[in-house]
Each structure stands twice: as C-alpha cells, then as structure tokens.
C-alpha cells in the first residue's frame, strides 16, 4: 500500500509497504480522516526525535476496521473507530503505575510516526485493539473525532495536570489547536477568568468561543507583566504552556504564576538543549510552582470520555478544523499547509475514500 513518509530528517515522500502483520490482539485499520500534527512537523523538519528512515507520518486518524486478532472481542471489521494518537501497551509496569502513556520507555506509548509507520497510508496497524479502539459514536462527525484523538486529549491534560481550583484563574500560552483545547479544558475544569496569549485571528476568535475571557498579544510585551497587569499584581493559579520558545516562555510562565501555582507544559520542546527556568522569580526554589509535564492520554476510555463531551454538548471539536482536503495524495498538501501555518489555520483535515 501508498503512504507519506518521513524519508530522512528534513525530506519526506511517498512510499510502498507491505501491509503489517495483524497480531492476535491487534487491529488493521483504513482510515477514512487524518489530520497532520505540529509535532510531524519537529519530527521531519527539526529532527527532534532523532534520525528515522522511511516512515509513514502521522498519529491522528479516524478509520474503519479492516481485520481484527482471534483474540479481540470488541471490534469487527467494518466498524467505524476513534483511534488514539497514544496506543499504550497496557500490560506494561508504566501503565500499572498510572503512566500509560511512558509504556515500555519514556514516551514509548506514542507508536504512530515514532516507532512505527503512522496513519498516513492506506493502512495502518493498531496493537492491543479492545483497549485502544473506541468505537464512533452517532452524532459524531469523522473531523470532529479526529480533532479528539491528539489536540482535545493533549489540550485537556494540560488543564487537568495544571490543578485549576474552582473559581481559579488560568494562563494558556500558545493558542494553536492545543493551546486551544487547553481553554476548553480550563473551562469545564471550573476556571473562572481564562487569558489567553496568541495572535492569529482565527484562533482568538475560537479561543473565545471555547472560554477565554482575555486575550493577550504576546507581541506587545511580555506575557507575564500582561497578566500582572490584568491580575492587579497577583498572577495566575494555573498556567498551561501549549506554545512559545525556550529563551521567553518558561520565564514568562513561573512569572505569571502565583506562589503555590501550577505551570503545566505540553509544548514538544525543541531548538536548544535546556530549558530556562528564571531561580528568583521561582522563589529561589522554593515558591512551591509545581512544574507538571505529560504526553497525550491515550486509550479506549479516554477516547470515550472525550467522544461524550462532544456529544452532549460542552464544546464542540470541529471548530479547530479550518481547511478540508479530500483524497490520499492531498495529505502531502495538508502537511506543508501545518508546517507554513497561514493565518488563517487551525487545523487541517484529509477526508477518505479507500478501497
Ligand atoms: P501551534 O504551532 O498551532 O500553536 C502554537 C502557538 O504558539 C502558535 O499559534 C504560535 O504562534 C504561538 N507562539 C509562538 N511563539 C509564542 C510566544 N513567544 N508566546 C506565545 N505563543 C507563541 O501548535 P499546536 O498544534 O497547537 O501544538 C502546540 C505544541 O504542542 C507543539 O509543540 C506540539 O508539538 C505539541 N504537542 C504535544 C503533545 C503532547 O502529547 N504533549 C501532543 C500534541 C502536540
Ligand atoms: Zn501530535
């Protein structure tokens, strides 16, 4: 079968592969939506995790089962499925520890476009399908789904690891579709004022509509004297890291958090090799900001859950998706689409047809 691959650091095209080899537990999938991620960017252009060779990008898709194992008892072939970006192994000592996402190494539950070929083919392989699978519910689209799989799981992470109290106040950096979902968590986490540091048009106007209640141009000054600003001093309870760079974000983010907040971090660093974390505005060490980091959440159960916010209403997934293309060959388009990042995009999708 077609994929599009990572050929090399820095050069990508279109390759053959054998369809995988479906173990008793596992799933082949066709997907019928896939949308690129920022990170398929750091990983071709910025070689962030290392030298890889031939491999099929990709980790957000939405498809239909093909072929299951003799031992998968949830799923069957053409049944439509939400596919987690993160497909942990669930039987592994990380994952029984509460880390199903750092299974088998750190980040080892990120499988798609990391350690094997991604969904950006005509077929893709799923391990332990009845734990990673959900199915797609009615009343969900397929751009909707695929909006859950990566950016809706990461954002809300973010915000559940930011420990936003009821009433709190919080900080999203970065206000691309994950700093975005960011928000949306914020909101149903019960965060009362949510600013919101970004300047695309697009994304300010969803930004709003997810929760938002103050946005902030990074481009005029610095984030934290902004917020000390709107705070009357005091600075934030939480604040969400979803964007921005080494040399500033970091400093602007312990600053704008209050003593005993929280700075959660999702942003996928790259481009130096240490992060900045400013000691007096830390409190010497000793301000009691927790620092919290994590991958996306993955799972059947997570997937579940998210599948139900959307269907019952509290946001809505499809407002990040703002360009369609349709057909195999145009996810080379939307890849470069997301590695350009125009103005006016959040999130590009690539709807299917397979045989
Ligand atoms: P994005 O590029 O669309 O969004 C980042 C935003 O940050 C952009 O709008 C950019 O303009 C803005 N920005 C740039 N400099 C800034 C600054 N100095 N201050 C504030 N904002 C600034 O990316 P995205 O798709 O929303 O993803 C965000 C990050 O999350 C990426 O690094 C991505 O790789 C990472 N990611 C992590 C996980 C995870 O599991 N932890 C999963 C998915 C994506
Ligand atoms: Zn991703």
Redesign the pocket.
């Known amino acids: 079968f077609k994929g599009f691959a990572m050929k090399k650091i820095g050069e990508t095209g279109w390759v053959e592969k054998e369809v995988p080899k479906c173990g008793p537990m596992d799933a082949i999938i066709k997907p019928t939506c896939v949308s690129p991620?920022?990170?398929d960017?750091?990983t071709v252009w910025e070689g962030a995790i290392g030298e890889r060779t031939d491999m099929i990008l990709g980790h957000e898709a939405v498809g239909e089962v093909v072929e299951v194992g003799s031992l998968v008892t949830k799923f069957s072939p053409g049944d439509k499925v939400i596919v987690p970006?993160?497909t942990p192994d669930w039987d592994d000592e990380a994952a029984q520890r509460g880390f199903p996402?750092q299974t088998t190494e750190p980040l080892g539950g990120?499988k798609f476009s990391n350690f094997k070929d991604g969904v950006f083919g005509e077929r893709f392989h799923v391990n332990m399908a009845d734990g990673n699978l959900a199915h797609l519910p009615e009343g969900l689209s397929d751009e909707g789904a695929c909006m859950l799989v990566?950016?809706w799981s990461?954002g809300m992470?973010g915000s559940e690891n930011a420990d936003i109290p009821l009433g709190g106040t919080v900080l999203v950096?970065?206000?691309?579709?994950?700093?975005?979902s960011a928000i949306a968590g914020a909101k149903l986490l019960g965060a009362s004022k949510i600013f919101a540091?970004?300047?695309?048009p697009i994304?300010v106007k969803v930004a709003k509509e997810y929760g938002a209640t103050d946005i902030i141009n990074?481009k005029e000054g610095t984030?934290d004297e902004q917020v000390r600003d709107l705070t009357n001093g005091e600075g934030v309870d939480s604040v969400i890291i979803?964007?921005?760079?080494l040399e500033?974000?970091w400093k602007?983010a312990i600053s704008s958090a209050k003593a005993g907040g929280t700075v959660s971090n999702?942003?996928?660093l790259s481009g130096a090799d240490n992060v900045f974390i400013p000691r007096v505005e830390w409190g010497c060490g000793m301000s009691n900001i927790n620092i919290k980091?994590?991958?996306?959440p993955g799972g059947a159960v997570r997937m579940e859950r998210l599948a139900a916010l959307a269907l019952v209403g509290r946001q809505d997934p499809e407002l990040l998706v703002t360009h369609k293309f349709r057909g195999l060959e145009k996810i080379e388009d939307a890849l470069y689409l997301m590695k350009e990042?125009p103005k006016d995009l959040?999130?590009p999708v690539v709807l299917l047809d397979l045989d």
């Open positions: 991620c920022t990170s960017i750091h970006a993160i996402s990120w990566d950016m990461t992470m950096i970065g206000i691309g579709a994950v700093g975005l540091a970004g300047t695309r994304s990074y984030i979803a964007g921005g760079n500033n974000t602007e999702v942003n996928y980091n994590g991958l996306c990042k959040i999130k």
